[in-house]
């Protein structure tokens, strides 16, 4: 993991110094899985500095960044921005007519989610969705 955490690390700082926005997103997004919960709240800040580069016009990147940010904020126990946040990701997902965005999404969604008794139903939607 250690080993895959510089990897991204390094392509961050080549996407901030080429203003690669894409690759700066790709990066922040994998940062997801490689980081113990512990560490998420530094990943969520590259995933909101991710989404502050990308243009508005991309939303299949910020569909991913959004549903991966989503899972980095539960980790890093801002649970109360998870389900905005969640949402947000799942209707971009959706608008990009992309199955395996959108698939994506909803797995990151479903695991930002979890652990709350309230997000219950909202789980259970999304999942029929991941699965249909």
Do not use: C, W
């Not at 895959?4 to 990066?27: P, T």
């Not at 709240?41 to 991710?50: P, S």
């Amino acid at each position: 993991m250690d080993e895959s955490f510089d990897q991204l690390m390094r392509a961050i700082r080549v996407a901030r110094q080429h203003n690669n926005a894409e690759l700066f997103a790709r990066a922040a997004s994998a940062m997801v899985q490689v980081t113990s919960d512990f560490g998420q709240h530094h990943t969520a800040r590259l995933l909101e500095e991710a989404l502050g580069l990308l243009p508005q016009s991309d939303t299949r990147h910020r569909a991913l960044v959004l549903a991966h940010l989503a899972f980095a904020l539960r980790a890093a126990g801002h649970s109360e921005r998870v389900q905005s946040t969640g949402k947000q990701a799942i209707e971009l997902a959706r608008e990009t007519g992309d199955s395996r965005i959108l698939a994506i999404a909803l797995r990151f969604v479903i695991m930002g989610l979890r652990g709350n008794p309230e997000t219950l139903n909202q789980r259970l939607v999304y999942g029929r969705e991941l699965v249909a």
